[in-house]
């Protein structure tokens, strides 16, 4: 009966908000793990400046290396395709039955939840938590479950603090700049992301 919290993303590259959002939902949801899922295809998101599955997946494993109770799966990258989050779901209740799954997002994804596909089924199968990226975002938040989730039936729980303003856009567009990002990204994706050569045109 383990409580088990799940962040999917591009990771285009991770940083440390990505890291900070598990680290703040596992100590006030009381989680015993967190799972990072990179997608394959997005089904939301234009590809253009997106690295492969394969880039995506190595920089999550190095983030997540120092911590014992976080772990990457590629289960959306081995189904390729889009990634629905309600099949990926599906497919980890079907592993871990007696789980209870948190889905954790950040404010912008948790805003555009009930256009996603079969909705319904990702709020079967797991409660959501919501997390502000600005300060202002709390209030929508609220709003939000109120009126759209949950007459939809979703369980949610909102947290309230912003865990740091960064985002992947900002970070591929100042890589050249490490004095600027240093504090938002871990030095050894910095460095899987220069030897690669990544994120530059
Ligand atoms: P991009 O700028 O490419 O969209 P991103 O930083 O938004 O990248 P994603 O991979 O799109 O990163 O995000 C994965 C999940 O993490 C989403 O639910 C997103 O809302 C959340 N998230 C990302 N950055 C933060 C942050 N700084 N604070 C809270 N949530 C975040
Ligand atoms: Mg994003």
């Known amino acids: 009966m383990s409580k088990t919290g799940i962040i999917g993303g591009t990771f285009n590259p991770i940083h440390n ?4 959002l598990a680290l703040y939902c596992k100590e006030k949801l ?19 400046e997106l690295v492969s599955e394969i880039h995506r997946l190595n920089m999550c494993n190095i983030a997540v290396q120092r911590y014992d109770d976080f772990s ?14 309600y099949e990926t779901l599906t497919g980890l ?10 889905f954790i997002t950040g404010a912008d994804m948790f805003l555009t939840l009930e256009k996603w596909k079969n909705p319904e089924i990702i709020f079967e199968k797991a409660i959501i938590a919501a997390v502000p990226r600005n300060s202002s975002d709390s209030e929508v938040l609220s709003s939000h479950y109120q009126t759209i989730l949950k007459p939809m039936g979703a369980k949610v729980s909102i947290l309230d603090e912003p865990v ?3 985002s992947s856009t900002f970070i591929r567009e100042n890589i050249d700049n490490y004095d600027l990002i240093k504090s938002l ?9 220069v030897k690669n050569n990544l994120y530059r045109e």
Request: charged content about 30%; hydrophobic content about 30%; overall charge negative.
């Open 93 to 102: 209740k079907e592993i871990y039955p007696d789980d209870t799954f948190y």
């Open 72 to 85: 990457v799966s590629d289960i959306e990258i081995k189904r390729k395709g889009k990634s629905y989050t």
């Open 164 to 166: 740091l303003s960064v």
């Open 185 to 193: 990204i871990d030095r050894n994706v910095y460095e899987y992301i």
């Open 17 to 20: 908000g990505h890291i900070l």
């Open 30 to 48: 009381n989680l015993d793990s967190v799972i990072f899922i990179p997608t394959y295809t997005p089904p939301h998101k234009s590809d253009k």
